[in-house]
């Protein structure tokens, strides 16, 4: 009925209704937690690559850690700048199947991911196994951010999916 009621008034008016003339559907939670997880991702990336190189030079390695976190680290960082661009572009865009691509890149892959750079225990040292305090603590953090972006992106697409709908009907109404 009040999509009837605008097309009617819009069509007195002479002009044509756009489709713009509903609520903006991008979070800015979201893009915040973007925003300042691209600058600290590169940051954790580049440090826990370091770490890794020092690591293997000047410490005892323990085998698993020494398989897996290369493969997973790989993963990370051809998967890391994907994800954040689907969420810029799904989110600023209001563009559904990027903003959809970033959240499953989140959970499947890099929830995991970051989670294994927290629970891994890399070092050898007087039979003891330890972690690098930064590892852990860069790890948590980013963590943080990766499971705050699991949450408001999922509101976020909720969100976006029903501005979609609405605007599907408005412009079907808007045809008919």
Avoid at 102 to 112: A, H, K, R, Y
Avoid at 145 to 174: C, D, P, T
Wanted: proline residues 5%.
């Amino acid at each position: 009925p009040e999509t009837r009621d605008l097309l009617d008034d819009d069509e007195e008016l002479g002009g044509e209704l756009t489709i713009t003339n509903t609520e903006i559907a991008s979070s800015l939670p979201l893009q915040m937690l973007l925003y300042f997880n691209i600058q600290f991702s590169i940051f954790w990336g580049l440090i826990i690559l370091a770490l890794m190189v020092v690591q293997e030079s000047y410490f005892q390695v323990n085998t698993a850690y020494r398989v897996l976190s290369p493969l997973l680290l790989s993963v990370w960082f051809m998967i890391e700048p994907l994800r954040l661009f689907f969420g810029y572009v799904g989110n600023l865009q209001e563009k559904v199947p990027q903003l959809t691509g970033f959240w499953l890149f989140t959970l499947i892959p890099q929830l995991p991911i970051t989670f294994f750079f927290i629970v891994a225990l890399p070092l050898r040292v007087n039979g003891q196994s330890i972690q690098l305090p930064f590892q852990r603590a860069g790890s948590i953090i980013l963590m943080c951010f990766v499971f705050a972006e699991a949450i408001v992106g999922y509101f976020a697409l909720k969100r976006m999916v029903k501005s979609q709908v609405l605007k599907f009907h408005m412009q079907r109404a808007r045809d008919d």
